[in-house]
């Protein structure tokens, strides 16, 4: 039926998971867990968020258009396989 096509999304999610967890510990996200222990209880409010630059915008839209159309594929196929009684 559709379980290769769950196991294959469940695979890549997972892969995409553990290459971003080996990015992060690699940048050092993971190195000052005293400060972000107490992060919650600070009061003080942070400086304002800095404005996005031009590169910074043109980033956002070519990650949303990526995930729009990864999702676009995916209903695709998945109509598909639908109309033609494929699994």
Known sequence: MYYPYFIAYMAAGFIIS???FFWAL???QFNDQQRAR?????ATSEKAPA???RIDRIQTII???M???GLAA???AVTWMVLH???
Not at 38 to 42: A, E, K
């Open 85 to 87: 009684g494929i699994g």
């Open 51 to 53: 404005k996005l630059s």
């Open 18 to 20: 553990i290459v971003v």
């Open 74 to 76: 995916s209903v695709i």
């Open 26 to 28: 690699n940048k050092g």
């Open 67 to 69: 995930a729009c159309s």
């Open 63 to 65: 990650l949303v258009a």
């Open 38 to 42: 107490f992060l919650p209880l600070n």
